[in-house]
Nanobody, 128 residues
Framework: QLQLVESGGGLVQPGGSLRLSCAVSGFTFNYYAIGWFRQAPGKGREGVSCISSSDGRTYYADSVKGRFTISRDSAKNTAYLQMNSLKPEDTAVYYC?????????????????????WGQGTQVTVSS
């Protein structure tokens, strides 16, 4: 059974850090790019970051560059999103997703159309 399970969300003060994890099972982790997306209340889904499977190339939304870092550990079948210097506008439900091989990025935007497998999401709230 194909499954992605996010964890690590929570409440953090502005300027704080969180690390999200995405545990993958049911398919060959190394064949898939892993993306992180988020959706805030009343807003559309936004691509935050993505890491390709073949060369580990990474992509970030402009809003998180320099603050977030995506990584993957093939031995653990897990991807991570390290989030530093968090801001209230980072508050959202964060989802990880998988698509075959490479990230689809168009003019700097991480496209979610080709991601066929999704986790259930984890809430991140940045507030004092």
């Amino acid at each position: 059974q194909l499954q992605l399970v996010e964890s690590g969300g929570g409440l953090v003060q502005p300027g704080g850090s969180l690390r999200l994890s995405c545990a993958v099972s049911g398919f060959t982790f190394n064949y898939y790019a892993i993306g992180w997306f988020r959706q805030a209340p009343g807003k559309g889904r936004e691509g935050v970051s993505c890491i390709s499977s073949s060369d580990g190339r990474t992509y970030y939304a402009d809003s998180v560059k320099g603050r977030f870092t995506i990584s993957r550990d093939s031995a653990k079948n897990t991807a991570y999103l390290q989030m530093n210097s968090l801001k209230p506008e980072d508050t959202a439900v964060y989802y990880c997703a998988a698509e075959l091989a490479v990230c689809t990025v168009v003019r700097g935007t991480i496209i979610d159309q080709d991601f066929g497998f999704w986790g259930q999401g984890t809430q991140v709230t940045v507030s004092s």
